[in-house]
């Protein structure tokens, strides 16, 4: 089946600029992750949505950063007035449950360069 | 969660057992020892989970001591596709079970 899908995969963009990322998790996950990967880095934590309710934000780095879950199904993460120290790799991710031995299912990202 | 140490890299002959370790000295009985890996331009993929016992799937087994104080994830015959950084996560059963906590990983090369 069809597994977690990101757009765009690449986009540069210019600083003071507002970007727009789109997941599509796995049908029927009810957990849905955002994860921001510095180059060399781990995946780090940005936000966690269960359904349409976004019940952990603690680490979205700035009031910048916004993510959305409306009907509980497509997530998007919004920057706004994109800085260079936010170029990263942002990962989306889902789960079927939002239980310690529900493997999150990760999407390849979008690469995200601000010049 | 418990912190995790991994080596930073590792090299492995093609055709050959990939062992790679995990020390977790600091787990709890209700933590989960999960493992992913992340191929260059790819997003991580779950390989393997375990809690008290040894585990086999189809891509890996994982080995974790009696006192799970640390594990071994082994790819039995590693090939060219398996070189990735591998992430070996412990994960809550508690309060905030929905996070993985990545460190760095350890970075696998397999060798023709």
């Known amino acids: 089946g069809a597994g977690v899908s990101q757009s765009p995969r690449y986009k540069v963009a210019k600083r003071g600029q507002d970007v727009a990322l789109r997941c599509d998790p796995i049908?029927?996950?009810?957990?849905l992750f955002w994860y921001q990967q510095a180059l060399g880095q781990g995946p780090e934590f940005l936000t966690y949505?269960?359904?349409?309710?976004?019940?952990?934000k603690s680490g979205l780095p700035s009031d910048r950063f916004f993510a959305e879950r409306p009907e509980g199904s497509v997530s998007t993460l919004k920057i706004q007035r994109t800085q260079q120290e936010d170029s990263a790799v942002y990962l989306c991710?889902?789960?079927?449950?939002?239980?310690?031995?529900?493997?999150?299912?990760f999407g390849n990202g979008t690469r995200l360069t601000v010049t | 969660d418990a912190k995790t140490t991994q080596p930073t890299s590792m090299d492995c002959a093609e055709g050959r057992a990939a062992n790679l370790p995990c020390n977790h000295s600091?787990?709890?009985?209700?933590?989960?020892v999960y493992w992913y890996r992340q191929i260059h331009s790819q997003g991580p993929q779950y390989i393997i989970d375990?809690?008290?016992n040894n585990e086999t799937n189809e891509m890996a087994s994982l080995i974790i001591t009696e006192d799970r104080k640390s594990s071994t994830l082994i790819l039995p015959h590693a090939t060219l596709r398996d070189t990735a950084v591998y992430y070996c996560?412990?994960?809550?059963?508690?309060?905030?079970?929905?996070?993985?906590?990545f460190g760095k990983g350890t970075k696998l090369s397999v060798i023709p």
């Open positions: 991710a889902s789960s079927f449950r939002s239980s310690y031995n529900s493997p999150l299912h």
């Open positions: 049908s029927g996950h009810v957990s």
């Open positions: 949505f269960q359904n349409e309710a976004q019940l952990d």
């Open positions: 600091t787990i709890s009985g209700n933590e989960y």
């Open positions: 375990c809690l008290k």
């Open positions: 996560i412990v994960r809550t059963s508690g309060a905030g079970s929905y996070q993985l906590t």
